[in-house]
């Protein structure tokens, strides 16, 4: 190959090639924000979502009493029905796992979301063989 213009166009096609292989392009579904919100939300709660967030937003733009009535009931009706639907979904999965200790304990963490997390520094420390508290300076 001596024309440099031919050589390019290889190394380009076998460039292309591998670069496409290596990262393919991805087709991308529609609008999927809310689907991985949490695993009790069922569709229709979903869209009592968008419609609270839409009260809210109006409310927020032109507070007036009824706008503002007319939140406060949809939040209070949502919020008890995000209660229940999260009460039956933890009931089936407690029923599910009745059995199995493993996964009942983990159930409980994940309800009351334990996670190890020190709320306050230690009383005292020790650093470069020097003991020290925190009343100390």
Not at 61 to 82: C, G, M, R, V, W
Request: charge should be positive; hydrophobic fraction near 30%; charged fraction near 30%.
């Amino acid at each position: 190959m001596e024309d440099p213009n031919e050589a390019y166009n290889d190394f380009i096609e076998e460039y292309s090639r591998i670069y496409n292989t290596c990262f393919p392009l991805k087709v991308l579904k529609g609008k999927q924000v809310n689907k991985f919100f949490s695993p009790w939300l069922s569709p229709g709660l979903l869209k009592s979502v968008n419609k609270k967030n839409r009260l809210h937003k109006k409310f927020v733009s032109s507070p007036s009493t009824s706008s503002e009535t007319k939140y406060q009931a949809y939040k209070n009706k949502f919020t008890h029905l995000i209660r229940i639907a999260k009460r039956k979904y933890y009931d089936s999965k407690f029923e599910n796992a009745r059995n199995d200790l493993k996964t009942t304990w983990k159930l409980l963490k994940a309800v009351f979301n334990k996670r190890k997390s020190m709320s306050s520094p230690p009383a005292s420390f020790k650093r470069q063989n020097i003991n020290g508290s925190n009343g100390d300076r």
